[in-house]
């Protein structure tokens, strides 16, 4: 059955775009910790810029901001009565600047969709309620998944993402709410173990099951940075008939510290979660990682937390598309200190420069 994603993935590789709560953390929109989207509702208007840059960046989906947005998070900060709320508004605001895409296309003399928009996603995430040794729990993860994707889908979503799920059984049962609701359903773990989900299936496996089940798009995102997540791609990807995604976290994650919770800095004090900024990657390894993805035949290309416009930005460019953020890519032959001829006024400086 064809749908807006089905088309969009037959059109070619989907490049997404996602870390929403950690850049609006580093804005100051949001208090690490609970890392609640509260920002939707208090600060409507930072939520559509960064989902503005993003755009602006080429990314081709508009996640609604509803990580976290479930009943036991917000009632960690005392919330709970906003939930509704919280859930209806993110995917206003993602459908709004989904609906800028042709303009901003045209307005920047990109490529892009000048007829349509970027497509919108529901969300939701791993709920830290779901004990594989308890059946009750799987009652209470299942009502809050349909209590959130009930909303987005009455607010109108395009398909949903369930990511960063550390668990087989409890992406099945937002696999099963997503279906239940006639959308399609993006499916991706958190590889934080070294091989298996925390219900004991190879990553690869899991992902088997879940295209098995009806999945459009399986894979990992979040936890691992490219160089620790493609190698499981790879074996994701030669197992699966259907669609497959990666999103890594933009850190140099390694063998020794393959995810973003067991870096460490100098002093031995772990990184995770707001002293990573020593780890990020440039935007030129992201560059890399997308092309090295699209080679491996990852067909939704994408990032996690940690992620900014700019890296983005280089992602597309690397896949080989001109987006209306391009108009100000960096020329750095222009600065002065870098032109093929410096003037007599700026040689000046260069012993400074490269001293």
């Not at 059955?1 to 989907?14: F, I, K, N």
């Not at 490049?15 to 939707?40: D, H, N, Q, S, W």
């Not at 939704?300 to 890519?329: F, N, Q, T």
């Not at 032959?333 to 040689?347: C, G, I, N, Q, T």
Request: net charge negative.
């Amino acid at each position: 059955m064809s749908s807006p994603l089905t088309e969009r993935l037959r059109a070619g590789t989907v490049l997404g775009a996602e870390g929403y709560v950690f850049e609006l953390e580093r804005r100051g929109y949001i208090k690490a910790g609970p890392f609640v989207p509260e920002v939707v509702l208090d600060f409507p208007d930072a939520v559509r810029e960064l989902h503005r840059e993003f755009l602006r960046a080429g990314a081709e989906v508009m996640v609604a901001l509803t990580y976290y947005a479930h009943r036991d998070k917000l009632r960690d900060v005392g919330r709970e009565g906003d939930l509704e709320a919280m859930n209806r508004q993110a995917v206003r605001i993602a459908r709004e600047v989904a609906r800028e895409a042709g303009a901003v296309a045209r307005e920047g003399g990109a490529d892009g969709d000048a007829d349509g928009g970027a497509l919108v996603a529901g969300n939701v995430c791993n709920t830290w309620a779901y004990d594989p040794s308890d059946p009750s729990t799987r009652d209470a993860v299942r009502a809050m998944y349909a209590e959130q994707l009930g909303w987005a889908a009455e607010e109108g979503v395009d398909f949903v993402i369930s990511e960063t799920n550390d668990y087989l059984g409890e992406a099945l049962i937002a696999l099963e709410v997503i279906q239940g609701l006639g959308l399609p359903a993006m499916v991706t773990l958190a590889p934080t173990q070294p091989d298996l989900t925390r219900d004991g299936y190879e990553y690869a496996d899991a992902c088997r099951i879940l295209a098995a089940e009806g999945a459009a798009i399986v894979g990992l995102n979040c936890d691992r940075g490219p160089q620790t997540m493609l190698p499981l791609i790879a074996r994701i990807r030669e197992l699966v008939p259907c669609a497959v995604a990666v999103q890594p976290v933009p850190y140099r994650t390694n063998q020794t510290a393959p995810t973003m919770q067991a870096l460490h800095g100098p002093d031995e004090v772990r990184a995770f979660p707001v002293a990573l900024d020593p780890f990020t990657c440039t935007r030129f390894e992201m560059a890399q990682f997308a092309i090295r993805a699209r080679e491996l035949g990852v067909d939704y290309i994408g990032i996690c937390c940690g992620a900014g416009p700019h890296h983005i930005r280089a992602m597309a460019e690397a896949l080989g598309r001109d987006v209306p953020a391009s108009r100000y890519s960096p020329s750095i032959e222009l600065h002065p200190m870098f032109r093929a001829e410096v003037s007599a006024k700026d040689a000046a400086f260069l012993d400074s420069w490269t001293g």
